[in-house]
């Protein structure tokens, strides 16, 4: 079975420049993760979706940052423009949920994105 | 945002030795995770813990929840040189609550 996908694997950028990144998560998972990791750092969670709907975001800089999960699959993440400290390892994750009880979150390999 | 307190940052260590590392937070989780992540990869769940005080072992990994809940090991047993990487620790509250990481542990393994 495929795990999550995420592309591109690593992206440069100018300043000011827009970026994408787009995750497909394992087939039949209904929730969908964006974390942030900076160097020397853990995962960080920027928004969770559950199908379609984003439920948590409180940690998704709104002002730059945009994401959306069309059809309740794959996800994509944005952001415009984007800034020097915006360079880090950006990984969706994805996990069948389960109401009440921890469902294993598994990772992708992550679009490291890095700002010139 | 809130990270968990992990220590040591990072270890060397001789191939075969075993290796200690450890998590602490200031509140209670539910759930401790235990996960490595090697270069270039995301983070692969290695344990999960969901009763205070439960020991758990996967081969030669064994992590506990600690009985406060505040809190959570990890000890690998005679170490070989693909035990390298950062592990990390990881909490959650509930179901559907986000996970909350530690900064790490990078292992390093000389053979």
């Known amino acids: 079975e495929a795990g999550v996908v995420q592309s591109p694997r690593y992206k440069i950028i100018e300043k000011k420049q827009p970026v994408a990144f787009w995750c497909n998560p394992i087939s039949g998972h209904n929730t969908l993760y964006w974390y942030l990791q900076n160097l020397g750092q853990g995962p960080e969670l920027l928004i969770r979706y559950e199908n379609e709907e984003a439920v948590d975001d409180s940690q998704l800089p709104k002002d730059r940052f945009s994401a959306e999960r069309l059809k309740g699959v794959d996800s994509t993440l944005k952001i415009q423009p984007a800034e020097l400290g915006d360079s880090a390892v950006y990984l969706c994750?994805?996990?069948?949920?389960?109401?009440?009880?921890?469902?294993?979150?598994?990772f992708g390999p992550g679009t490291r994105l890095t700002v010139l | 945002g809130q990270q968990l307190n992990q220590s040591p940052q990072s270890m060397f260590i001789q191939e075969g030795e075993d290796v200690s590392m450890n998590c602490t937070s200031s509140?209670?989780?539910?759930?401790w995770l235990w996960y490595k992540q090697d270069p270039g990869e995301g983070p692969v769940l290695l344990i999960a813990?969901?009763?205070?005080?439960e020991l758990t072992s996967n081969g030669r990994l064994t992590a506990q929840f600690g009985i406060t809940r505040k809190d959570s090991f990890l000890n690998i047993s005679a170490s070989i040189p693909s035990d390298v990487g950062i592990y990390f620790c990881?909490?959650?509250?509930?179901?559907?609550?986000?996970?909350?990481f530690g900064k790490g542990t990078r292992l390093s393994v000389i053979a």
């Open positions: 994750a994805s996990s069948l949920e389960t109401a009440g009880v921890y469902n294993e979150q598994f």
């Open positions: 990881a909490g959650s509250k509930s179901g559907n609550t986000p996970l909350v």
């Open positions: 509140s209670i989780f539910n759930t």
């Open positions: 813990l969901y009763k205070a005080g």
